[in-house]
Structures are given as C-alpha cells and as structure tokens.
C-alpha cells in the first residue's frame, strides 16, 4: 500500500522552493503527522520509537522537518472521536492510527486526509478497506495477520504442554477482528481435540477473578487474544500466569519481554517501523 500521497507532493515543493533568487524564497511547509493512540504512548514506547526511527531511516527527523502531533484517549475509548476530530482540525497531512480502534475514529472524522494504520488484526474482514492489494479510499497501512496464525499458537501449545485437553482463552471480544480471530482458534481446538474456556476481560479488575475461574474449571493452559486491556497489563498477566501456575501463549512479544513463557506473533514494533514508509 502506497502511504505516500501527500508527502511526496510536499517534498518536490520544498525542492521547487530551493531555486531562483533569495527574495524569492519562501519557507516550505513542514509536514504535519497525526498520531491517534487509545493507550498512552509510554505504554508502547518501544513502538513510538520504532516508528520515528523509520522517519528518521527515510531522512524525517521529528522538530526539524516534520512535525507528529501526538492524541493519547489515556485508555478511555470514547474520547477517541473527539480527539480525530482535532486532529482533522489542525490540517495534519496524515493521520497514524495505533490499533483498530483509533482507526475506526480517524475513519469516522474523514473522508480525505490519509490514514495509515500502523496494525491492524483483519482489516478487510473488519471492512476498514476494500482488500490488502487495492485498499480503496483513504485507509492504507499494515495487518498482523492475526486470524491466520491463531491456530499456530494452539499447536506450539499442544507441544509444550502434552497432556494439554482445556485452554484459557483470555480475550476482548469489542476488539474489532476478534471475531476472526476467534473462529480460527475454534477451528484448531477442534483438529487438535482441545476444549476452549472463554475468559471475557474488559477491564483492569476482571484479571484477578478470570484466573480464578480458570483454575477452577481445571484450564492446563491458557491463551491470551488481541486485547489493548489485557496489552496494557501485560505485567500483571504474566504475574497472574505464574501465580496460578498456567503455562500461557501469548499474541504479542511484549509480554515476553515482561516475562511471559512464549509468543507467536507477528512484530508490531516492525510493523510501526514500517508505517513510516
């Protein structure tokens, strides 16, 4: 996907501008990026980074010529909206969106300034474009693929734990693709002969009572779904995990990096690294 539109034209401007007389000079504009997190940025620092490093491999270096006006909800949804709307306001060139849904709100607020998604889990099943190839409108960006390898994570967890029967499934299920995602972990429960116990989490406070439940139904091991709640206290996940001794499969490497036994994912961090092409 092309995520090129805008910033290309700005930059043969600039050029342009660089000929003829100094009284004929004017300043070229410097490109304006919108940031959309529903998290706050510090909780994803290391994607942050990525991300500004791939602006500054492409020769953007952040205060000097461009500038990335960041729009954190602080883990409040709802104010996602209000918060595109601003930035639509403040004439950005593009908008970056981190996560399905801080996209759904930069979808809502406009039609014309472009949108690159630094990841999404499914984006044409969640109807964000029209497909991977020709994504149609003014949404472009990244996919983790999520649906496709759900199925994976089951295996490598038949292979860890052998005698594996019941599996903790920890999820959100608002989280735009989920859905997908779920059916193909339903579709490899059933070929490796595993029975899922569904874990709803949709708030900080439901961890604790969820790893009850788990243990208390007799899971052997658990699985944690797409999921920005449970992203967010991946700490406490894995502290959990250890506590009530279930071996977890993780989507996201961060909680390995916080100390979670394994992960089968895609890198988000790359993904973000990307974005920036």
Do not use: C, W
């Amino acid at each position: 996907m092309n995520l090129r539109r805008k910033l290309v034209p700005l930059a043969l401007a600039a050029l342009l501008f660089g000929f003829g007389s100094v009284e004929a000079r004017q300043p070229a504009k410097i490109p304006r990026l919108g940031f959309l997190f529903t998290l706050s940025p510090s909780i994803s620092s290391e994607r942050v980074e990525a991300f500004r490093q791939g602006l500054r491999d492409l020769g953007y270096f952040e205060g000097k010529n461009i500038v990335i006006e960041i729009r954190s909800a602080e883990g409040k949804a709802e104010r996602l909206t209000d918060l595109a709307d601003e930035l639509v306001r403040l004439d950005v060139d593009v908008i970056i969106t981190a996560g399905p849904t801080p996209t759904n709100a930069a979808k809502k607020a406009t039609k014309t300034v472009p949108i690159v998604m630094t990841f999404d889990i499914d984006p044409v099943g969640s109807g964000l474009v029209a497909s991977l190839a020709r994504p149609g409108g003014n949404i472009t960006g990244l996919s983790t693929l999520a649906p496709e390898i759900s199925g994976k994570h089951l295996e490598l967890l038949k292979e860890t734990v052998p005698r594996l029967s019941r599996v903790a499934l920890f999820r959100t299920s608002t989280v735009q693709g989920s859905a997908q995602e779920l059916k193909q972990v339903e579709l490899a429960a059933g070929g490796l002969g595993l029975r899922l116990h569904y874990f709803e989490v949709r708030d900080p406070k439901d961890l604790e009572t969820s790893f009850q439940a788990a243990k208390s139904q007799h899971a052997d091991a658990m699985l944690v779904g797409t999921s920005r709640i449970l992203y967010g206290q991946r700490a406490q996940v894995v502290k959990l995990a250890v506590k009530y001794r279930l071996p977890a499969m993780y989507i996201e490497q961060e909680f390995v990096l916080a100390g979670g036994l394994m992960a089968y994912a895609t890198s988000i961090s790359d993904l973000y690294r990307r974005a920036a092409t």
